[in-house]
Each structure stands twice: as C-alpha cells, then as structure tokens.
C-alpha cells in the first residue's frame, strides 16, 4: 500500500483524547474516511465531561507533584518544565482550531485564573520556598510569587483565610497566568466541528464489542447499535482506542501481545461543591496543596473555582474510592471481567506492591460527609456543612502493568500510548494529567505510528503548533512569542 492512499480510520469513544487526534487526522488526511463510535448518546459525558474532571489546565504553575525535593534537599524542576511546554502546546492546538474558525467562543472552554500552591507547617514551608527559588529561575514560571506573610495570602485566597489561627506557619506561591478548562465544551466544540465533514461520520450510541484481524491485514469491528440491537461490522485499517476506562478491557479484546500483561485499577473520584455565591466570591483561584504522605499524584487536595457555562462554584477534592467500574456508566463486571490467565499474577502482585494505595482507597471508601469536611477545614476553616454537597467525579484507570525496571504489578500513573508492532492499533491508556496534555499525547500518536507521513504532515504541524520540533524550556522568545499569541486567540487577556 502506497502511503498516498486514503485509509479507513475508526475511533472508539467521544472523549477529549479521540476528538483531539481526529481534529489533527481531519486537517492532516483530510481524504481518510473516519468513523467515531461513541456508546453514550452524546459526546463527553465520560471523564471529558466538565463536572466529571477538576478543569485545571495542568500547566505545573500549581501542582506540586510535579516539583520533587531530592535527598540533597535540592527540588527538581524537570518535570515541571516538560508539563508546562505540553500545556503550551496544548492552548496553541486549540488557537489554531479557533483561528481556522474549526471552533468558536474560547471562553466557553478556557478562562484565565490564578493557579497557587499553598501548605502548611514549618518542613512544607521549607519546600514551597526552595520550589520557589528554584522556578523563579526558569523562564517559564519567571512570574511566581512567594509568600508567608497571612495579609498577602488573605488578599490572594480570602476564603482560606476565615478563621485560620494566626500564628499558623503557612505558605503560598502564585502564578497569574493559570487556567480553568472546561474540556467537555471543548470536546463537544471538536466533536461538531468533526461531524461537519463529508467523509467523516460520527455514531453515538454505538458500543464497539470486538475485533477480528482479516487476512487482508485489515480490522473488522463488531459493533453494537444499542437503539436498534442489530450488530454491524466495520472494517478499518487503523483502530484508535480513546475508550477511557474501557481501553484496557477493548486493547485486551484486540489480542495483540502488547495487551497482554497489562490490567487496570479503577479510582473513582469525588469532590465537595459549594453553590453558595457568597462563599463562592472569596475564592478565585486554583489552590493546590501536599498530597497525604504514600499517595499517587491524584490525591493532591485542591480548592478551585469552577466556571461551567454561566454557573461559578468551588469545587474541593478529589477524594478517592475504589470501585470495580471502569466508566462511570459502566458494569459492576468491568474489574472482574478484565482480570483474564495472561494478567493474574500481575494484578496480585500489584495489591501487594500497592498497599498504602490499597489501605487510602479503602479508607476514603469508608470516609463519610464529616470526614470530608475535616479535610476541607485545612483548607478553609470556617466551612459550613450546609454550604458543601458531595458529587462523584469521573474514574480513572490507572495502568498495572509488569516491567522490567518495576517489575511484576506497576502501578503506573500517566497517559501511556500502547500500540500493535504493525502500528494498526493505538490506544491510549491511563490517566493524569489528561486531558491537559491530550494534544502531545496525539502528536505522540502521530510520530511514532504514522512515521511514513511525517515528512508531509511536519510542516502541516507546524502551521497549527508554531513550536512543534523547538524546545519552549530552551527558547525563551519562542516561549514568550508562543503564549502572547494563544492568550490572545483564547482572548485569555480580556475576560
Ligand atoms: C476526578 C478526575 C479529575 C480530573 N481532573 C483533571 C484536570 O483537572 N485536568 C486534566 O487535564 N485532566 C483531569 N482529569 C483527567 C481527564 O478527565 C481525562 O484524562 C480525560 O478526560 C480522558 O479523556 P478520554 O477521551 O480518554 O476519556 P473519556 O472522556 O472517558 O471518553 C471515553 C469515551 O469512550 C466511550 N467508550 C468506552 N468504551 C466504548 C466502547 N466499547 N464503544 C464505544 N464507546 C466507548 C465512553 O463512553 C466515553 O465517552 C481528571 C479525571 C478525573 C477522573
């Protein structure tokens, strides 16, 4: 097959990750024929959807995960830094998507807000001011600010400042140019930009069952209409799997030796939301603390203001559970049903491995209202029960797998891109950070499945990426040039 040939694409699901890598395969191919099969009735009702995931555009300005204190006391910002150029790379996909007119109306999905960090206690102090000392020399968080002093923290997070006693040793770092994402009006906004094209078909409703490889090399797939029942097959050369929690559970149904070994760990994630106005006014910002010492990364506790559509609230979490769902409309049967001889031993093992994940999980299965709100007292003392409801978030399925660094039942944390030797299959599996970095995890895609295109397709990229082949962390014009130019498409500067 000549790689001029127009090629018959299926994506699975209607989340952010499919809709990101069909928007790029649509302005790169645009004579490919793309299928988008979705088992819900719309687009990002999934982890996508806006009340189902925080909204942070994870860009490091906050997060404190991604800035890790050595032995030698020192912090490593490296990982910062690559989150920071991924997110860069991000809010430049989607100026282009609004400078071609593929979308409209940046503000329903992207609005400027303050990311801070924010902890407590004379070692953690410590730390935020290393962390600190440390950004404020890397052109991209030159804007960070610092400070232990109660009056400027009261002017930054009025809210968290209520009633805390005042001889309490705090901290605080703040970045101004911080986001809130609401990547289900993104998605909704790229999957009807999608559905738009000639050669381009979008089936909701549609729950895709299983594979079968043909002689030919091609995949059929067999799907379900669930309004009618009546089974179809559909034939594709390339099969996308943005299936969120049910990656796992369809990569295994492709039986490529790349899914074998592998399972997953469904987390469910909760938050309390405050609707009171008068609460909600004394919060702008993102605020992110420690993560509660033998925690993964999605633990983090964070206080954010929220704006989905026209309504502003505060959301506080996330707080785990396990759950055997992979989907949040999914089957009790999806964990069960997942585990299968060739994976077994790796997900005992992972138990094991896992036991402070394992005793956390359990214990916030337990936690109730009460519990949560003592957490959210740290956060802002003088929080009333009446103000704060709970509401269940999304899953994330974290990726077991054995490995040879780890070996047997490594918890992974992170969107990892798994595909078949011949390149036909890619899905993408795990989590955090998301949806904040779906466009690297589609370029990703790109380069290491499509390289006999990439000649070609290179300048395309460049045209809607400007940065993409040049280092953001090592060229600071570009860096600077690259954001000017998004926040003004994004009309980041004038909310
Ligand atoms: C509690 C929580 C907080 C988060 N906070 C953030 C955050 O602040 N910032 C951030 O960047 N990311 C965050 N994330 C991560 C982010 O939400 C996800 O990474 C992202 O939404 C995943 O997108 P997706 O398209 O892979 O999956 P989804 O949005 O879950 O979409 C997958 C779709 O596939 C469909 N599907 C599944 N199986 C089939 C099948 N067999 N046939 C057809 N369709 C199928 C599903 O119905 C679903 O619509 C958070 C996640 C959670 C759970």
Same mark, same amino acid.
């Given at each position: 097959?000549?790689?001029?040939e127009s090629k018959d694409v299926?994506?699975i699901?209607?989340?952010?990750l499919?809709?990101t890598?069909g928007?790029?395969i ?12 979705e088992r819900?009735? $719309?687009p !990002? ?5 806006e009340? &189902?995931n925080?909204?942070?555009g994870?860009?490091?300005l906050?997060?404190l =995960?991604?800035t890790v ?6 912090v490593?910002?490296e990982?910062?830094k690559?989150i920071?150029e991924e997110?860069e ?5 989607w100026?282009h998507?609004v400078?071609s007119?593929?979308i409209?109306?940046?503000?329903e999905?992207?609005?400027?807000l303050?990311h801070?960090?924010f902890?407590?206690g004379p070692r953690n102090?410590?730390?935020?001011k290393?962390?600190f000392?440390a950004?404020s ?7 960070i ?17 209520e009633g805390r ?7 605080a770092?703040?970045?101004?140019e911080g986001?809130d ?7 909704r $906004?790229? !999957?009807s930009?999608l559905?738009?094209?000639? &050669?381009?078909?979008?089936?909701y ?6 594979? =079968?490889?043909?002689k030919?090399g091609k ?8 309004r009618?029942?009546k089974?179809e097959?559909h ?6 799997i943005?299936a969120?929690g049910?990656?796992?559970p369809?990569l295994?149904?492709?039986?490529i030796?790349e899914?074998k070994h592998?399972?997953?760990f469904?987390i469910s994630g909760?938050?309390?939301?405050c609707n009171?106005p008068?609460v909600?006014a004394?919060?702008e910002a993102k605020?992110y603390g420690k993560e ?6 999605m633990?983090v506790p964070h206080?954010?203001?929220?704006y989905?559509?026209d309504?502003?609230?505060?959301l506080?979490?996330p707080?785990?559970?396990?759950g ?8 009790n049967?999806?964990?069960?049903k997942?585990?299968n001889p060739?994976?077994v031993l790796t997900m005992?093992?992972?138990?094991f491995k896992?036991?402070?994940l ?5 214990q916030e ?6 519990d949560r ?7 802002v ?16 399925v974290?990726?077991?797998k054995?490995t040879?660094e780890?070996?047997r039942g490594y918890?992974?944390?992170?969107t990892?891109?798994?595909?078949s030797k011949?390149?036909?299959v ?5 989590e955090s950070?998301g949806?904040?970095?779906s466009?690297?995890v589609a370029?990703e895609?790109?380069?290491k499945?499509?390289p006999?295109y990439?000649?070609?397709?290179t300048?395309?990229?460049?045209k809607?990426i400007p940065?993409?082949g040049k ?7 570009l ?7 998004s926040?003004s498409?994004?009309?980041l500067?004038?909310?």
């Amino acid at each position: 097959m000549s790689n001029s040939e127009s090629k018959d694409v299926i994506l699975i699901g209607a989340g952010v990750l499919s809709t990101t890598f069909g928007s790029f395969i649509k302005d790169l191919a645009p004579d490919w024929n793309i299928k988008l099969f979705e088992r819900l009735e $719309k687009p !990002a009702i999934e982890s996508s959807n806006e009340r &189902n995931n925080a909204g942070t555009g994870h860009a490091a300005l906050c997060e404190l =995960n991604y800035t890790v204190e050595q032995k030698d006391g020192s912090v490593d910002v490296e990982k910062a830094k690559e989150i920071n150029e991924e997110f860069e790379i991000s809010k430049q996909f989607w100026s282009h998507l609004v400078k071609s007119n593929q979308i409209q109306n940046p503000q329903e999905f992207i609005r400027p807000l303050p990311h801070i960090s924010f902890v407590q206690g004379p070692r953690n102090v410590n730390f935020l001011k290393k962390r600190f000392e440390a950004l404020s020399t890397v052109p991209m968080f030159k804007e960070i600010e610092y400070t232990e002093d109660h009056n400027k923290i009261k002017e930054w997070m009025p809210l968290m400042m209520e009633g805390r006693d005042p001889n309490e040793t705090i901290a605080a770092s703040k970045i101004n140019e911080g986001t809130d994402v609401n990547f289900g009006e993104l998605t909704r $906004k790229m !999957a009807s930009n999608l559905a738009k094209q000639d &050669n381009i078909d979008m089936y909701y409703k549609h729950e895709v069952l299983d594979f =079968n490889r043909r002689k030919d090399g091609k995949w059929e797939a067999k799907i379900k209409d669930l309004r009618t029942k009546k089974i179809e097959h559909h034939i594709a050369d390339y099969i996308f799997i943005g299936a969120g929690g049910h990656a796992i559970p369809l990569l295994q149904k492709t039986g490529i030796p790349e899914s074998k070994h592998l399972g997953g760990f469904p987390i469910s994630g909760a938050f309390l939301v405050c609707n009171n106005p008068e609460v909600v006014a004394k919060h702008e910002a993102k605020v992110y603390g420690k993560e509660p010492p033998g925690t993964p990364p999605m633990t983090v506790p964070h206080l954010d203001r929220r704006y989905i559509q026209d309504h502003n609230s505060l959301l506080f979490g996330p707080f785990a559970a396990i759950g055997p769902k992979f989907l949040k409309n999914g089957s009790n049967l999806d964990l069960f049903k997942s585990i299968n001889p060739s994976n077994v031993l790796t997900m005992v093992s992972s138990a094991f491995k896992n036991f402070p994940l394992v005793k956390y999980s359990i214990q916030e299965v337990l936690a109730k209202k009460e519990d949560r709100m003592k957490e959210l007292r740290r956060f802002v003392p003088d929080a009333k029960d009446e103000d704060w409801d709970i509401h269940v978030a999304g899953k994330r399925v974290q990726v077991i797998k054995d490995t040879k660094e780890h070996g047997r039942g490594y918890i992974q944390f992170g969107t990892e891109v798994v595909n078949s030797k011949d390149h036909s299959v890619i899905a993408l599996l795990g989590e955090s950070p998301g949806a904040s970095t779906s466009v690297s995890v589609a370029l990703e895609v790109l380069e290491k499945n499509f390289p006999e295109y990439m000649d070609k397709w290179t300048p395309e990229i460049q045209k809607m990426i400007p940065s993409y082949g040049k280092s953001l962390i090592e060229d600071e014009a570009l860096l600077r040039q690259v954001r000017q130019a998004s926040a003004s498409e994004l009309q980041l500067n004038n909310v």
